[in-house]
């Protein structure tokens, strides 16, 4: 059903007790689409964040729940210049986390080439892969400390498409700990743009930890504005964003998102 006419807010937030809840609720709202839509495109993100999630399907897939055969994964983003194969690699990543767990093959699994000699050809040559494919059924996202998505920093463009960014010192700090030093962090990336994320039909976005918790407020009750890039969720028509107690503590809002998720039809879905 169209998300407008279901009657959701732009951005619908459900505020969990914890990372495992949230993880639970949005595979199942995964099993829904596959069992809707066999040959979905699922496009995942990386880091710890969403691991509930592919947690949570993979155990649903084995299980009997749903069968995924035949769905499809993409890249959010991937670093610029680590070696083909590199365990850090977001390809390597989604490969070992989702691709391989879930039971699919490579050839299921497409995303950008952070090791091409000529990135923004590489960058151009996604974005259009990601049109031919039918473009994207659920876009998985989580947000920075500073409110990113994607790799899309602070004052991207909300209507930027694949490209190529530099990371700023928070976001390699933050990510640090999947290497062993600072120095091994990229400074660069292949991100999808906002542009280009809010092409997908669904988005959502998980956030759990109260590091978290000023860039959700800021994405969801703020202005949207480009200092915030997961502001740009509010400007999609179906967009969900999942949070646990720790990253809806600064919400002004979470008693009334509390409320409206409660009275919310169970026709409706996530």
Known sequence: MDHLQNGRPSVEVVIVPDAVAGGELIAEAIVTLVRRKPDALLGVATGSTPLPIYQALAAKVRAGAVDASRAR?????????????????????????????????????????????????????????????????????GIGTDGHIGFNEPCSSLASRTRIKTLTQQ???????????????????ITQGIGTILEA????????????????????????????????????????????EAAAAKLKLADYFRATYAAKPEWQGI
Do not use: W
């Open 73 to 141: 994964i993409c890249q959010l983003d991937e670093y610029v210049g680590l070696p083909t194969g590199h365990p850090e690699s977001y390809r390597s990543v989604v490969l070992r986390e989702v691709v391989e767990p879930l039971g699919l093959g490579a050839e299921s699994f497409m995303g950008p080439d952070g090791a091409a000699e000529d990135v923004p050809a590489a960058c151009a040559a996604y974005d259009r892969a990601l049109r031919e494919a039918g473009g994207v059924d659920l876009q998985l996202l």
């Open 171 to 189: 976001t390699r700090e933050d990510n640090a700990r999947f290497f062993d030093s600072l120095d091994e962090v990229p400074h660069h990336v």
């Open 201 to 244: 039909r669904h988005l959502v976005l998980l956030a759990t930890g109260e590091g978290k918790a000023d860039a959700v407020a800021h994405a969801v009750e703020g202005p949207v504005a480009a200092l915030v890039p997961a502001s740009a969720l509010q400007l999609h028509p179906h967009a969900t964003v999942v949070v646990d």
